[in-house]
């Protein structure tokens, strides 16, 4: 039972264009979000987190909006740089419970070439 | 300014071994957690731990997996009596509670003989 999806595998985008990542939950008790980036033979490194109370985050190149409605969120990068090819992995968490453990996707890998 | 830190970065064993691997939290941080990521997968939580206790095991399988995060050092995951099925990255990961994100060590790459 995957509560946390990302339905896209790959990704291919043009340096300088935007890119979109998505994740998708089941479980409405998660009241945070992470995103992070993982190269080939390295841990996952933190982008960027949300709260269930925003509803946008944003950090330099990187954005995170989420619809808890539809319990939904998604990672804009503008502009890509071939440096963000990387897999990237949408988590989740019960903080609110004090519960902290992530429940992670299984990743999209982004490619952007130049 | 360290981050965390896992050893050995590779560990081969064959079945029927133990395996002992080894994480040290960022400093300041009091709380570890474990992953592991078989192929092709996400990281699957297996456990959480504060100083000398465990909070949550359970993403743990029944037997054979055990963990520890004494007083003094590091947090350690211990696997007797390996099997092939055992070959994943497991990567540890800290933080210093509270709302703050989870830092990731570059994982331990197990492999089965």
């Known amino acids: 039972d995957q509560q946390v999806k990302q339905n896209s595998p790959s990704l291919s985008v043009q340096e300088g264009r935007i890119s979109i990542l998505n994740c998708d939950y089941t479980?409405?008790?998660?009241?945070?979000f992470l995103w992070y980036k993982k190269y080939p033979a390295e841990g996952p490194t933190f982008l960027i987190s949300?709260?269930?109370?925003?509803d946008k985050n944003e950090d330099g190149r990187f954005t995170v909006f989420l619809n808890k409605s539809a319990k939904h969120l998604s990672l804009h990068i503008v502009p890509s740089q071939p440096g963000d090819s990387a897999v990237y992995f949408c988590?989740?968490?019960?903080?609110?419970?004090?519960?902290?453990?992530?429940?992670f996707g299984k990743g999209t890998m982004l490619l952007v070439s130049p | 300014n360290a981050g965390v830190m896992q050893n050995p970065r590779h560990l081969v064993r064959r079945r029927g071994q133990e395996a002992r691997l080894r994480c040290s939290p960022m400093?300041?941080?009091?709380?570890v957690y474990w992953y592991r990521q078989l192929p092709e997968e996400g990281l699957k939580f297996m456990v959480y731990?504060?100083?000398?206790?465990?909070?949550?095991e359970s993403g743990m399988p029944k037997e054979r997996f055990s963990a520890e995060f004494p007083k003094e050092g590091p947090s350690i995951l211990r696997i007797q009596q390996v099997v092939r099925g055992d070959s994943a990255a497991y990567f540890c990961?800290?933080?210093?509670?509270?709302?703050?994100?989870?830092?990731f060590g570059d994982g331990t790459r197990l492999s089965i003989l």
């Open positions: 731990l504060q100083k000398e206790n465990i909070i949550d």
């Open positions: 988590a989740a968490a019960r903080q609110n419970s004090g519960y902290s453990t992530l429940t």
């Open positions: 400093k300041g941080h009091s709380h």
């Open positions: 949300i709260s269930s109370i925003k």
């Open positions: 990961a800290s933080s210093p509670g509270g709302h703050q994100p989870q830092h």
């Open positions: 479980n409405s008790m998660f009241d945070y």
